[in-house]
């Protein structure tokens, strides 16, 4: 695995998801203190669970610079909101983009353990969802992955895509199509209300 390129993936997974958490708290008027918080479990809680599974030291413990990274970011998004006239959608787009670089990243960590391609999948699905599920809860919301929007589903057909796609093209060109696929089924889902079926008892 590309330790550089994986953790480029990983810095830009953390900015894009504190600044989407930050922005859900906005919505919900929360104060500093609390926009930080979220900030910090949005950003860290999918990685931190991945890493627990993986019986690995949690990442950002032994780097101390990733919740730094978290309270800077935290910190600008309350400085740049009042130049954006549209939180949700703001928050959409910056969730969207940290679904699909966590997704990738979580397939690679699995991959770097051994795994096989199912299991890296599901923890892609960990490592991107998890941190919006601890955010929802926070939040008082039922969680992204449990609605019937497409959310989790944008994971697994990014992950099969990534699986298929690597043997054909470069690793980081298939790794950089895999994350832009999931950020565009996110977007477009939202976008045309696509869903996926409901089930009643």
């Known amino acids: ?11 830009l997974g953390v900015i894009v ?3 989407s958490g930050a922005f859900s708290a906005m919505q919900k008027r929360f104060d500093a ?3 930080t918080i979220i900030g910090f ?6 990685g931190t669970t991945r890493d627990i599974l993986l019986n690995i030291p949690v990442f950002w413990m032994k780097l101390p610079h990733y919740p730094i990274i978290v309270f800077v970011s935290c910190f600008l998004t309350l400085f740049i909101k009042n130049y ?12 969207a983009i940290g679904l699909g670089l ?4 979580g397939i690679q960590k699995g991959l770097a353990n051994h795994l096989d391609p199912s299991s890296c999948i599901i923890l892609g699905i960990i490592t991107g969802a998890f941190g919006g599920v601890l955010r929802d809860v926070l939040l008082n919301d039922v969680p992204h992955i449990f609605r019937k929007e497409i959310y989790a589903t944008a994971c697994v057909i990014g992950g ?9 093209v470069p690793v980081d060109v298939a790794r950089i199509v895999t994350i832009c696929l999931i950020c565009s089924i996110r977007l477009v889902a939202v976008k045309f209300n696509w869903s996926i079926p409901r089930f009643y008892s």
């Open 1 to 11: 695995m590309d330790v550089n390129i994986s953790s480029v993936i990983e810095l």
């Open 17 to 19: 998801f504190a600044i």
């Open 33 to 35: 203190f609390g926009i």
């Open 41 to 46: 479990v949005t950003a860290l809680g999918g």
């Open 84 to 95: 954006i006239k549209n939180l949700k959608i703001t928050f959409i787009v910056f969730d």
């Open 102 to 105: 966590y997704t990738m990243l």
């Open 160 to 168: 099969v895509f990534y699986f298929g796609f690597k043997h054909v």
